[in-house]
């Protein structure tokens, strides 16, 4: 009983269930949906988004919102490719990834000391970093699109297996990058789970100057976030760019709110202190399915922001209303519990 | 209680207030002098103080709009949004009454309704922002990213993406005229809206209302606010503004168009901040504002001086004064802070 209601409370199996509606609707309505092909693809357009969105639910869950990732992300990318290209650097990708990787962390440092050290406002903050992250790409860098070089052209058309879809004879590979999704994963699901440091985050979130009186260091906790989450956006980046077969500065632009409206879909709490990765995972699913599939159930495309603005609205009402609910249930208790005593 | 503090703590916010428009009007003048140093041929020419005049007023009716949520404690990022989707429902109905090459009684009907339409929209839009913020308790960030994204698909899908022009000449003429030859219509209209929303912030009891919700909600609601509806109003004041804003920015460009404006977002938060809005909530005034939306002009007519420099050059100056206003305005407050401690 107690198991079950547990369940009922939690975010992630509703979100399953809307998953399951809708690809039992794309499929009903265009008999494309469970095809191999389509599922591998979906797959594949998953990898940068949930990159980014381990990232922001991170951010998330400390009580802050990071809405520089994609900025950072380009940026990254861009650097990369303009020192790799011009030798046509063919050795191993760790290399690029690193310098991805370190760009996007120096990036990240700055947002972290302007947050945990100055205590600014972190919609404020990001938006201001990541103009001028863009502007230093475009401005400074004088960015276009520029082809890859041959390491990252390489690891980006390597796969680890490949379906042929033999109705549609499509054929769809699975790539490497998605070790990389799974490896980061892992990683944040042992930080966040298994250590102080994750803890950490959770308790910043959850009330900052209780985490301080706990022992909790608030401020290398949140120094540590921002800098993981830029290197991470960094490597989103360079994994974009090697998947897309060329590094275009610009068309990351607009998908942190569709990252953000997933992460949040998946039962963040938008005021901090609650979230799990298996939810944010469900978020980007369900967003990724939803954007890819609207053109395959007849919506033209033009419905898309609008859909994201509603799924927006509806994910975040939903949670908001819960965390209502609960505190307006304790109030009644509290309430009722002072009648019988007075 | 309230009598007897209010007077002491308003004395003390108004020198602070005051401290923070002097360091305005020194920055203003510094531009000012550097540009006229600079390109005094072109800068000074006074073509260029009425087309300064001509841009300003459609982000910094924004701008003002966002200080308003701002000052009520949240934030309202759908700003862009809401003023094109006016824009676009007023366009829609101009086309559709009165197309290009009507007679100009016709065309003046039309314009008649589609202003007040146009109007309408706005209200609604920020309503429905506020109705998301106060009585479901989503956060202000998120909510208004949600309705931006909704309105700007809303006015993507009325419009297929693609401009709507052939708009009746009479519209544009009238929202480009000039008074007296040197007072373009869209800074009459920012003075209009600067000094009526200057007059409801410290003179109202709504405006009272906003900064003590803004200062402290919960001790807002215990002093007897009706928050909820104090904050729908105020982002339905916010919408209100911004589809003003879609009407001068509709006029300006003889058409609209969903995605017009896209960088006025980051603009706005920009010069709230700049102009000594708090982004806690609480403090910030239309004076304030109005001198940090003619700094930003005064900073980007004089790039545009400059054919060379890039106009990626003003994300990182846009980005860069924002983190260096914050950092500042913290500078500053710490530096009081001490003095305080000190007493």
């Known amino acids: ?342 | 209680m309230t009598n007897k503090t209010a007077p002491i703590g308003r004395l003390r916010i108004a020198k602070d207030e005051d401290r923070n428009l002097v360091r305005l009007l020194i920055m203003l003048l510094f531009v000012f002098a550097l540009m006229s140093a600079l390109r005094p041929d072109i800068f000074l020419r006074p073509g260029n103080f009425i087309s300064m005049a001509t841009q300003f007023p459609e982000y910094g009716i924004m701008a003002i709009g966002i200080s308003l949520t701002m000052i009520a404690g949240g934030i309202d990022l759908a700003v862009v949004g809401t003023a094109n989707l006016s824009a676009i429902a007023a366009a829609k109905y101009l086309i559709a009454t009165a197309p290009k090459g009507s007679p100009d009684g016709q065309v003046l009907g039309a314009i008649l309704v589609a202003i007040p339409l146009a109007l309408a929209v706005g209200l609604a839009a920020g309503a429905f922002s506020g109705f998301l913020i106060s009585r479901l308790g989503i956060p202000p960030i998120l909510a208004t990213l949600g309705t931006q994204q909704l309105y700007t698909g809303f006015a993507i899908v009325l419009t297929s993406g693609k401009p709507l022009s052939r708009l009746p000449l009479l519209y544009s003429e009238l929202g480009n005229a000039e008074l007296f030859g040197f007072l373009p219509v869209p800074f009459l209209l920012y003075a209009a809206v600067a000094i009526l929303i200057g007059v409801v912030l410290a003179k109202t009891r709504f405006g009272l209302r906003v900064y003590l919700l803004g200062t402290n909600a919960k001790a807002a609601r215990y002093a007897g606010i009706n928050n909820d509806s104090v904050l729908i109003r105020t982002y339905m004041l916010s919408g209100l503004l911004s589809s003003v804003a879609g009407l001068i920015m509709m006029a300006r460009a003889n058409s609209a168009k969903a995605d017009y404006g896209a960088s006025y977002t980051l603009q706005c938060v920009l010069i709230a901040v700049l102009g000594g809005v708090d982004v806690n909530g609480g403090f910030g005034t239309v004076r304030g504002v109005t001198l940090a939306v003619l700094i930003l002009q005064f900073l980007s007519s004089g790039l545009n001086m400059f054919e060379h420099v890039s106009n990626f050059y003003r994300d990182i100056i846009w980005g860069g004064v924002l983190i260096l206003a914050l950092v500042f305005n913290w500078a500053i407050a710490r530096r009081r802070e001490r003095a305080f401690y000190k007493k």
Request: charged share 10%; glycine share 12%; net charge positive.
């Open chain 1, 1 to 342: 009983m107690i198991e079950y209601k547990r369940l009922v409370r939690r975010t992630e199996p509703y979100i399953l269930g809307a998953i399951i509606l809708l690809s039992a609707l794309i499929q009903a309505r265009s008999g494309q949906f469970f095809t191999n092909n389509n599922l591998v693809d979906l797959t594949r357009s998953m990898v940068v988004p949930a990159l980014f969105a381990i990232g922001a639910q991170m951010v998330i869950i400390s009580g802050g919102i990071d809405v520089s990732f994609t900025a950072v992300a380009s940026l990254a990318m861009y650097a990369t490719t303009r020192i790799l290209l011009p030798i046509d650097y063919a050795g191993n990708v760790a290399l690029a990834y690193a310098m991805g990787a370190s760009f996007g962390l120096v990036m990240g440092a700055l947002n972290g000391v302007l947050i945990a050290w100055f205590r600014f406002p972190t919609l404020v903050v990001t938006l201001g970093t990541s103009s001028l992250f863009v502007g230093i790409m475009q401005g400074v860098l004088g960015a276009h699109e520029l082809p890859v070089p041959q390491s990252m052209r390489e690891h980006g058309q390597a796969f680890l297996f490949s379906v042929h879809n033999a109705q549609l004879d499509l054929s769809s590979e699975m790539p490497v990058t998605i070790l990389i999704l799974l490896g980061i994963l892992a990683l944040v699901f042992l930080i966040m789970r298994y250590t102080m440091l994750g803890r950490g985050i959770f308790a910043v979130g959850g009330d900052e100057v209780s985490a301080q009186r706990a022992g909790f260091n608030v401020l290398g906790t949140k120094m540590f976030i921002y800098c993981f989450v830029g290197a991470v956006a960094g490597i989103g980046g360079i994994a974009r760019a090697s998947m897309m077969q060329n590094c275009h500065p610009t068309n990351l632009n607009g998908m942190e709110l569709t990252v953000i409206a997933a992460v949040v879909l998946g039962g963040t709490r938008v005021s901090g202190g609650l979230g799990t990765i298996t939810g944010a995972m469900l978020g980007v699913a369900l967003m990724t399915i939803m954007s890819n599939s609207l053109i395959l159930i007849g919506v033209p495309t033009y419905w898309q922001k609008v859909f994201t603005g509603a799924i927006i609205i509806i994910g975040t009402g939903v949670s908001a209303w819960q965390v209502n609910a609960s505190q307006r249930r304790l109030a009644t208790r509290r309430l009722a519990t002072g009648k019988q005593l007075g």
